[in-house]
């Protein structure tokens, strides 16, 4: 996930001589918010840098303005986050701005007639038939419908018939259900993802009156990751070549085209496995480009189709169509096929799983048992930085927003980083200049 937007506030004179206005600005999901905090500074007592007033001596007004500004901060992250991450106008937001501020008076309690609403997971199933019925994106609402189900199971084991309301829902319930997922031995990314719909759920619930609690909300309500990682699982651009040469015939043959199709234009499975011959167009220097809009982001992408010396034909022998095949069946097939090939490589396996603290699990595991669809993506862009392509050129044609994201996708930095350090080796050995520790002999490569 990205980081969070940032609070700024500004002088509405900077260069005034007398006091002036303090605004905030606070730029989310494409919206800009500016917000009167009602205060006023001179320039001269106003770092512009900290955007916050110098720390003066025996100036306790500088202080104390200080402090608004340091929790009308604060109340922008609360209000970002407790809207489903910035999914707010910035009319309402004002309005929660002026309630924590105080200039508007807070709402009475809702008092929601038990008898009348529905349950918590009533709703569960109203909403997702609410999001169907939007036309919510399918990979989205079956992310909803996926958790709400982990909830009623959650709800029946440990709640019984009774179930739970909304506002059983705060840290204390946390705690129960990251102990619920444990036992079901949940992997931390999914374990995390159950915690985020349930609060998703209830934001939606509370924003339609449902309840008026908040005991859910804050920092930390995921459980935090650990660093340890395995082995990045690719295809190089030799074991791809080696696929493209096998000869196949029937289901084998057929997996091995989409993985040579995913891994020759780097897209995700939603998109690459659809690619019909619209997709595709000739620019009028006679080169063939994909053009794609991603299903989950709605980025639009143009790749070139001659990046790597097998994608051509395999494109041409099926008309610059994908053949159509399941994710389960073509990732059973990637499976096969890579064992075939002689994939074989044991690589380091870590998994994290839920707990009140992650617990993490390493094995080793051959390569061939760990490839999926996802690796035709992190393929074609580990093969093209490999390759020699910057990280400016790969963006565009993997939809990644910022060059942080794509370097921590392809998980290459720290690899490149030994790898540059064993060659410099390699070289000083050769040249008769390595040195190694104290140890100041020249040795003879």
């Known amino acids: 996930m990205g980081k969070l937007p940032k609070p700024r506030f500004n002088l509405k004179a900077p260069n005034a001589d ?9 730029r989310y999901k494409g919206k800009r918010l500016q917000y009167s905090t009602g205060l006023n500074i001179n320039p001269q007592d106003w770092d512009s840098r900290a955007q916050r007033p110098f720390a003066r001596e025996r100036r306790n007004d500088l202080f104390v303005i200080k402090r608004k500004l340091d929790d009308l901060a ?114 931390l990314e999914y374990g995390n993802k159950t915690l985020k719909v349930l609060r998703q759920f209830l934001e939606r619930a509370r924003r339609k009156k449902l309840h008026s609690h908040t005991d ?35 289901f084998l043959a057929k997996v091995r085209d989409i993985c040579l199709i995913g891994a020759g234009t780097g897209q995700r499975w939603s998109d690459f496995s ?6 595709f167009y000739r620019t009028l220097k006679g080169v063939t480009i994909l053009s794609v809009i991603s299903t989950k982001t709605d980025t639009p992408v143009k790749v070139p189709v001659n990046l790597f010396p097998w994608l051509l034909p395999v494109l041409e022998r099926n008309d610059y169509a994908t053949p159509k095949m399941s994710m389960q069946k073509f990732n059973d097939g990637l499976k096969q096929l890579c064992e075939l090939a002689g994939f074989d490589e044991r690589l380091l396996v870590v998994e994290q799983y839920i707990g009140r603290k992650a617990t993490v699990k390493k094995s080793f595991a051959p390569k061939y048992e760990l490839v999926s669809s996802h690796i035709c993506r992190r393929s074609f862009a580990t093969n093209l930085y490999r390759m020699g392509y910057s990280l400016a050129q790969i963006m565009p044609m993997t939809g990644h927003a910022t060059e942080s994201q794509l370097r921590k996708y392809i998980g290459i930095d720290g690899e490149m980083n030994a790898e ?12 008769g200049t390595y040195r190694h520790g104290s140890d100041l002999r020249i040795v003879n490569g």
């Not at 007398?18 to 606070?26: D, H, N, Q």
């Not at 659809?274 to 997709?279: C, K, L, P």
Request: aromatic share 12%; proline share 2%; charged share 30%.
């Open 216 to 250: 859910y909300l804050g920092e930390g309500w995921v459980v935090s990751k650990k660093k340890a990682e395995g082995q990045l699982v690719t295809l190089s651009h030799d074991e791809l070549g080696i696929l493209a040469e096998m000869k196949l015939a029937g």
């Open 18 to 26: 007398s006091e002036t206005l303090i605004f905030l600005v606070f």
């Open 420 to 431: 540059e350090i064993a060659l410099q080796i390699m070289q000083q050995k050769q040249a």
């Open 74 to 187: 604060t109340y922008c992250i609360d209000i970002f986050i407790a809207t489903e991450y910035g999914q707010i106008s910035t009319e309402a937001f004002k309005t929660e701005l002026d309630i924590k501020t105080g200039k508007m008076e807070t709402p009475e309690p809702l008092k929601s007639d038990p008898d009348t609403r529905p349950t918590f997971l009533e709703f569960l199933d109203l909403e997702v038939a609410e999001m169907k019925a939007a036309k919510m994106k399918r990979g989205s609402w079956k992310v909803f419908e996926l958790h709400a189900g982990r909830l009623k199971k959650f709800a029946a084991d440990v709640y019984g018939t009774r179930g739970f309301t909304y506002e059983d829902v705060d840290w204390n319930f946390r705690l129960e259900l990251i102990d619920w997922l444990a036992k079901q031995d949940a992997q």
């Open 274 to 279: 659809r690619y019909s011959q619209d997709h």
